[in-house]
């Protein structure tokens, strides 16, 4: 699911530079941030070349992760995903579900708020966070983060 929410947010994000670059900003050398800011067509072209975004493969991923939420959540055994206390499936279903989610207790103090993010790309976020795995890796990051 990592590739996949990559995919999805970079297609929804590379178009807004500022936003971008601001994300960077967390624990990257600023030196390496000034790269990116020159050469930002061509490190949205690498990224884009490297994981395959376009149009298409962004909405093969949305459509896949909503397939896995569904997946996961039908296997559930209750408040956590195996058993009854926080486990390695739980941290791993709320890391790579973190970029389509954008929890408020990610950690990173340089990614924006849901606020400050386009019109589309809030309503993409709140699709998985009306989600019941949506719900279940958002909890997770409220009283176990």
């Known amino acids: 699911m990592g590739v996949l929410t990559r995919i999805l947010m970079y297609q929804e994000m590379l178009p807004y530079k500022a ?11 600023p030196h390496e941030v000034e790269w990116v800011r020159r050469l930002y067509p061509v490190f949205s072209m690498l990224i ?30 209750g408040e956590f995903l195996v058993g009854d206390t926080l486990s390695i499936a739980d941290i791993t279903l709320a890391a790579l579900a973190a970029p389509v989610l954008l929890p408020e207790q990610y950690g990173v ?19 998985f966070r009306q989600t019941a795995c949506g719900q279940r890796a958002l909890r997770l990051y409220a009283t176990h983060r």
């Open 109 to 127: 103090s340089s990614l924006p708020t849901l606020t400050e993010l386009p019109d589309h790309v809030q309503d993409t976020i709140g699709r």
């Open 19 to 29: 936003i971008v670059l601001r994300s960077l900003a967390h624990q990257t050398p």
């Open 48 to 77: 884009r070349r490297g994981l395959g975004v376009s149009a298409h493969s962004a909405q093969r991923a949305h459509d896949a992760i909503l397939g896995i939420f569904e997946e996961v959540e039908g296997q559930a055994e």
